[in-house]
């Protein structure tokens, strides 16, 4: 049966979590308050097969936790639980190591989903992340499609990929390279289309999984 720790510094939701993922048929190993307390666990000995965790917590946040994590303890899963639905939160957690990410108002059901989904095979994506994404993850693409996609890209095209990969904004990122947030916009469309992607999420994982943009 799979463990799993918990890192939340809200008690009273930690708790009433521990209850849920015992009554959907795992083991607690142990609960923290924030990030640091969780690593001084796993240091001691106690190592979870995964970690249900939150990103806005005090001494260490989510961010900085998952990175440690996938840094010291690669066999130990993440599975982020967070407030935050925007997509650089989302981008961060998952560039840090998160195999995973649902929101803390999700339903009893997908948080089970999740949970086995993690264990089982390693990562879950919910509609934040496009079915097609899924299988370029798994390495289940086409190779000579995929090739032939990154062959397709124009240079411009290619260094809004990578300043997308960072947490600026669209309007940062068109200052950044001397152009309107409209052509930024087009570049964005123009990917979509390309890599048939439909959100920022995707188009970080490809440019991760495929060189462009270096974790």
Excluded at 89 to 117: F, H, Q, T, V, W
Excluded at 123 to 129: I, N
Excluded at 134 to 157: F, M, N, W
Excluded at 171 to 180: G, V
Aim: charged share 25%.
């Amino acid at each position: 049966m799979a463990t799993i720790a918990l890192a939340d510094d809200h008690v009273l939701l930690r708790k009433g979590l521990a209850s849920l993922v015992q009554n959907l048929g795992y083991t607690v190993l142990f609960e923290a308050d924030n990030g640091q307390e969780l690593i001084g666990k796993m240091e001691a000995g106690a190592e979870p097969d995964l970690v249900l965790l939150d990103i806005n917590m005090p001494l260490m946040d989510g961010y900085d936790t998952a990175k440690w994590i996938r840094e010291h303890k690669p066999l130990v899963k993440v599975l982020a639980l967070s407030m935050y639905d925007d997509e650089s939160a989302i981008i961060r957690m998952l560039k840090n190591g998160a195999r995973g990410y649902i929101l803390k108002d999700a339903e009893p059901s997908e948080l089970r989903a999740a949970l086995d989904a993690v264990v089982e095979k390693g990562f879950y994506y919910s509609e934040m992340v496009t079915g097609r994404l899924v299988h370029s993850i798994a390495g289940k693409e086409d190779d000579a499609k995929g090739s032939s996609k990154l062959l397709s890209l124009t240079d411009r095209e290619t260094t809004f990929l990578k300043l997308a990969c960072t947490e600026m904004s669209y309007k940062e990122i068109a200052a950044e390279m001397h152009l309107s947030p409209r052509t930024i916009d087009g570049y964005r469309d123009a990917l979509f289309e390309k890599l048939e992607l439909k959100t920022r999420t995707g188009l970080v994982v490809y440019a991760i999984k495929n060189g462009i943009y270096q974790v």
